[in-house]
C-alpha cells in the first residue's frame, strides 16, 4: 500500500478516535468511561514499563561484565 493512502487512513483514524472522546457526542460519556479505563491500566503501565527498564538495564551490566573479562 501507497504510504501516502497509509497516512491519509492514519489522519481519518486520529480524527474518529478524537471524535469519540469529544463531549456531547452520540456516544454518551465516553470520556469519563476512559478516565475509568487509564485508572485501572496506569498502574499495570507502570510495573511492566519498570520491570522492562530493569531487565534491560540487567541485561547491558551483565553485557559489560563479558565484555570486561574478554579484554
Known amino acids: 500500500m ?3 493512502i ?5 489522519i481519518l483514524i486520529f480524527i474518529v478516535g478524537l471524535y ?3 463531549p456531547g457526542n452520540a456516544l454518551g ?3 469519563a468511561d476512559l478516565k475509568v479505563v487509564f485508572m485501572g491500566v496506569f ?3 507502570l ?6 527498564v530493569a531487565w534491560i538495564e540487567y541485561e ?3 553485557w559489560e561484565s563479558k565484555e570486561k573479562t574478554r579484554i
Open 29 to 31: 460519556s465516553t470520556l
Open 2 to 4: 501507497h504510504s501516502g
Open 20 to 22: 469519540w472522546y469529544m
Open 60 to 62: 547491558d551490566l551483565r
Open 6 to 10: 497509509k497516512l491519509i487512513i492514519g
Open 43 to 45: 498502574g499495570l503501565f
Open 47 to 52: 510495573i511492566f514499563l519498570g520491570l522492562i
